[in-house]
């Protein structure tokens, strides 16, 4: 144990006399000098499945029951705990994986400063500071590695393997600094795709890609991972030899600092032929032939903003859309088939979506206003019903499934 003393100093004159205080002290072990006091949870169990939401804009990250949520919602929040490095700035966890064994979960952070900006993450992507990517102990609650990488990170995803965890990097700022030039083009806009030991967080590779790179998916083999690119592109990346193929979405593209679809979620299709590419601006899904590294002619109109979406194992896409707030269900012929609103009560801003319960479910993260807490909801896939809901922390960006063997 170590001993700390508190000494009260007074200036001359005061009237009291320091060295007649009372001396103050307390006993606290070193290692729990940085310990936040807060419960924690009993360790997930076996066949037990939570789930991870990162709270963008309060620097947390909450663990949910997904039993409790599916029965509507109550106590279905087991905890919220505190990622980053410097408590009295927010700095911004954006996106999340976790491993295999459900043992370990992986955050980003994007080191933004929020309150200034717009699009679909305030000033996401103009931080000037370089990134991390963290490895958290999920069964008490720590982060065990923490590693810097470039700046703003985009998406966090883990190869299926388990191996490797890649990260995307929504670099706007080097937008920006090259549209003060006059500079639209080349490589001084490009970004980079992070690949990174899923044990350790040592790089592995740091590989050229685009401009401001956000979503990323990866195949089921782990050996292909593709991109959005805010070039109105998407990359194609083999994550073995890094090489990389920039796909463009449209025949008329915009530029990175102004994207006509504005590329920014991808989401593969059931059979992993397809990798359909949300465009926030022009509110479509453009479908890129990931064997053939080419756009497939395939494109589907949706109601809003798309962003990040899911697969279920039947083909049906589900895409979180804003603006007109709802989600997009595309069938296995890759057309609109419905779209579900949700009342600002009960989902304001879905952001992501994810099928659970053999795809009888789905889960939809809300960003909210981004002053109050945001939520996580549940729906029916088959009547599109609201069956529960439970808020969590401020602007929620993004959910893993964490799943213990």
């Not at 307390?26 to 290692?31: G, I, K, N, R, S």
């Not at 600094?177 to 806009?189: F, I, K, M, N, S």
Request: hydrophobic share 40%; net charge negative.
């Amino acid at each position: 144990m170590r001993r700390f003393v508190v000494v009260g100093l007074c200036c001359a004159g005061c009237g009291i006399d320091a060295r007649n205080l009372p001396e103050l002290s307390f006993d606290v072990d070193a290692a729990d000098v940085w310990a936040d006091g807060s419960t924690r949870p009993t360790p997930a169990l076996a066949g037990q499945v939570r789930l991870l939401v990162t709270n963008n804009l309060d620097d947390t990250v909450s663990v949910l029951s997904l039993d409790r949520l599916l029965a509507g919602g109550a106590g279905a929040e087991l905890s919220r705990f505190v990622v980053g490095s410097v408590p009295l700035e927010r700095e911004g966890p954006h996106h999340c994986a976790v491993s295999p064994d459900g043992r370990f979960g992986y955050v980003g952070i994007s080191n933004f400063v929020p309150g200034a900006g717009s699009g679909p993450h305030g000033v996401h992507g103009s931080g000037t500071s370089q990134g991390h990517a963290l490895l958290v102990d999920l069964d008490t609650e720590r982060t065990i590695v923490d590693v810097r990488v470039d700046r703003n990170p985009g998406d966090v995803r883990l190869t299926p393997d388990g191996t490797r965890l890649l990260m995307t990097h929504f670099d706007l700022l080097k937008v920006s600094e090259a549209a003060a030039v006059d500079v639209d083009r080349g490589p001084t806009l490009d970004a980079r795709l992070a690949v990174l030991d899923a044990t350790t967080l040592e790089r592995i590779a740091m590989i050229d890609l685009c401009p401001a790179p956000h979503g990323v998916a990866v195949t089921s083999d782990s050996k292909i991972a593709v991109t959005s690119c805010q070039s109105d592109e998407a990359a194609v990346v083999d994550v073995d030899d890094a090489s990389v193929v920039r796909v463009s979405l449209l025949d008329t593209p915009g530029t990175a600092a102004a994207p006509v679809c504005g590329p920014y979620a991808v989401t593969l299709s059931g059979d992993q032929s397809l990798a359909w590419v949300s465009c926030y601006n022009s509110g479509e899904l453009i479908g890129v032939d990931v064997g053939a590294r080419a756009r497939s002619g395939d494109v589907v109109v949706l109601p809003g903003h798309a962003l990040f979406g899911a697969t279920a194992a039947d083909g049906t896409l589900a895409i979180a859309i804003q603006d007109s707030d709802g989600v997009a269900f595309i069938d296995d012929v890759f057309a609109l088939s419905r779209f579900v609103s949700l009342s600002p009560d009960v989902c304001t801003l879905p952001h992501a979506t994810r099928f659970v319960d053999d795809d009888t479910h789905l889960l939809v993260v809300c960003e909210g206003n981004k002053r109050d807490p945001g939520s996580v909801v549940v729906l029916d896939v088959g009547s599109g019903v609201v069956l529960g809901q439970v808020p969590v922390g401020r602007f929620p960006d993004d959910l893993a499934l964490q799943v213990k063997p």
